[in-house]
C-alpha cells in the first residue's frame, strides 16, 4: 500500500506557474508508473500526464509544451511543473500511482486555480 499527499496547488494568474509535488508513503522506485490527473467542476477525471519507472513520459494534448512531469525516486517524490497556465487548466489535481493493472492509488487532490 502507499499513500500519496499532494502539496502545491494555489491561486495564480493565466500566464503564471504552479510547481505540485507528491510525495509517497514508501519508495516509488519500483512503482510501474506514477501520474497526475485532474477533475474540473462537472468533468470527468482527466489524465495530465504519467511517467514510468524507466523515466519515459505522456502527456495530454492540452498540456503538452507546457507541464512537465518529472519523479525523484530517492526522495519518493513525483513533481509537475505548469507553465504558461490557462484558466482551463482550473481543476482539482490527483496524484496517481499504477502498482499494477489493478492495483491504483490515488491521493486527496489539490486545488489550482488559474485566473483570467
Known amino acids: 500500500q502507499v499513500q500519496l499527499v499532494e502539496s502545491g496547488g494555489g491561486l495564480v494568474q493565466a500566464g503564471g506557474s504552479l510547481r505540485l509535488s507528491c510525495t509517497a508513503s514508501?519508495?516509488?522506485?519500483?512503482?510501474?508508473?506514477m501520474g497526475w490527473y485532474r477533475q474540473a467542476p462537472g468533468k470527468q477525471r482527466e489524465l495530465v500526464a504519467t511517467?514510468?519507472?524507466?523515466?519515459?513520459?505522456n502527456y495530454a494534448d492540452s498540456v503538452k509544451g507546457r507541464f512537465t512531469i518529472s519523479r525523484d525516486n530517492a526522495k519518493n517524490m513525483v513533481y509537475l511543473q505548469m507553465n504558461s497556465l490557462k484558466p482551463e487548466d482550473t481543476a482539482v489535481y490527483y496524484c496517481?500511482?499504477?502498482?499494477?493493472?489493478?492495483?491504483?492509488?490515488w491521493g486527496r487532490g489539490t486545488q489550482v486555480t488559474v485566473s483570467s
Open positions: 496517481h500511482a499504477q502498482i499494477t493493472t489493478m492495483i491504483t492509488y
Open positions: 514508501r519508495t516509488i522506485f519500483s512503482i510501474n508508473a
Open positions: 511517467i514510468a519507472t524507466g523515466g519515459s513520459t
